[in-house]
T-cell receptor, first 113, second 111 residues
Framework: ETGVTQTPRHLVMGMTNKKSLKCEQH?????MYWYKQSAKKPLELMFV???????ENNSVPSRFSPECPNSSHLFLHLHTLQPEDSALYLC????????????FGPGTRLTVT | TQLLEQSPQFLSIQEGENLTVYCNSS?????LQWYRQEPGEGPVLLVT?????EVKKLKRLTFQFGDARKDSSLHITAAQPGDTGLYLC???????????FGTGTRLLVSP
């Protein structure tokens, strides 16, 4: 039991669609993260939020738009994606934003057609 | 960009065999973590090592942090099919609000 949930678990969307990924953590952590995991590539950090404030944007294209309304919830809004954006999107949380132990959700498997 | 190189990238072994996975970098880390990820799931934290030279054991898994805190190893004794998965090391550096993840080692243990 990770304490971090993600919905949906699977998503298929066209390049003109708009969709959102949701992450919720029940661990009382202060930091939340979005990662992208593609086949044969290392885990890529996308965004970091610490106490609801974005502290890291790892040169992510603007078609990915994060939102963190509070320390427990994190969203990733998607629009006009490309097929190469197909990947597993993982959310994580940690108590200590300075590289503390991270707890991951199960991920959303995204396919862009 | 700091990199953590893991070796081997892939490992396919029989049940009962021993194996070692390596995680190397030219950078110094304040701590290093190991995660295991099973298909269709997120990574799960296995252990954190903090002190140079530290050795931690988790049942059949032995983790070691290098003396200079630039590298780490994971040794599995008598591997079982349940050990199958993607093993990731991740390093934390003072002053950075993120982990640096390794390139991953995919392990398959066959019965």
């Amino acid at each position: 039991e990770t304490g971090v949930t993600q919905t949906p678990r699977h998503l298929v969307m066209g390049m003109t669609n708009k969709k959102s990924l949701k992450c919720e953590q029940h661990l009382g952590h202060n930091a939340m993260y979005w990662y992208k995991q593609s086949a044969k590539k290392p885990l890529e950090l996308m965004f970091v939020y610490n106490f609801k404030e974005q502290t890291e944007n790892n040169s992510v294209p603007s078609r990915f738009s994060p939102e963190c309304p509070n320390s427990s919830h994190l969203f990733l809004h998607l629009h006009t994606l490309q097929p190469e954006d197909s990947a597993l999107y993982l959310c994580a949380s940690s108590q200590d934003p300075t590289g503390g132990e991270q707890y991951f959700g199960p991920g959303t498997r995204l396919t862009v057609t | 960009t700091q990199l953590l190189e893991q070796s081997p990238q892939f490992l396919s072994i029989q049940e009962g065999e021993n194996l070692t996975v390596y995680c190397n970098s030219s950078s110094v880390f304040s701590s290093l973590q190991w995660y295991r990820q099973e298909p269709g799931e997120g990574p799960v934290l296995l252990v954190t090592v903090v002190t140079g030279g530290e050795v931690k054991k988790l049942k059949r898994l032995t983790f070691q942090f290098g003396d200079a805190r630039k590298d780490s190893s994971l040794h599995i004794t008598a591997a079982q099919p349940g050990d199958t998965g993607l093993y990731l090391c991740a390093g934390a550096q003072t002053g950075f609000q993120k982990l640096v993840f390794g390139t991953g080692t995919r392990l398959l243990v066959s019965p």
